[in-house]
């Protein structure tokens, strides 16, 4: 197969306990520049971080006060050019999709649109236009 033009890499998800001390974590240890902090209807705190121009990290709070060990990786995103068509192409090639197709007007300057769904192995995909 091969390469799909417009896709590049995103963010890796991971689940952490306490997002205000991941954030510090990852800032102050690691360099990381907090870019977005979003709390969601439901009360779920998330803090997008990154690397300038390299490498970002979502961090999503589970609120379990113990180290998530080997199951602290939520999901890898990959940035697509075209969000509906990438879309139609999965789901010919049989992919189910786990989540709707989403939309949140809080993630990045003009929103993104994402949907979840599982790698052959059962890890778990993002893939966004943003």
């Given amino acids: 197969m091969k390469t799909e033009?417009?896709?590049r890499s995103s963010h890796v998800g991971i689940n952490v306990s306490d997002l205000d001390r991941s954030i510090g974590f990852y800032e102050s240890l690691l360099g990381f520049q907090l870019v977005s902090r979003?709390?969601?209807e439901d009360g779920l705190r998330i803090g997008?971080?990154?690397l300038p121009e390299q490498f970002q990290i979502e961090l999503v709070e589970t609120g379990i006060d113990e180290p998530c060990g080997d199951?602290?990786?939520n999901h890898v995103c990959l940035?697509?050019?075209d969000f509906d068509e990438c879309c139609q192409r999965l789901q010919a090639e049989g992919i189910i999709f786990e989540t709707e197709?989403?939309?949140r007007k809080e993630f990045w300057e003009h929103g993104m649109k994402f949907a979840f769904f599982r790698g052959p192995?059962?890890?778990r995909l993002e893939i966004a236009e943003y």
């Fill in 101 to 103: 197709k989403l939309f």
């Fill in 5 to 7: 033009e417009g896709i």
């Fill in 121 to 123: 192995d059962g890890e």
């Fill in 79 to 81: 940035r697509v050019a």
């Fill in 38 to 40: 979003i709390v969601l």
């Fill in 48 to 50: 997008f971080l990154e």
């Fill in 71 to 73: 199951g602290a990786w």
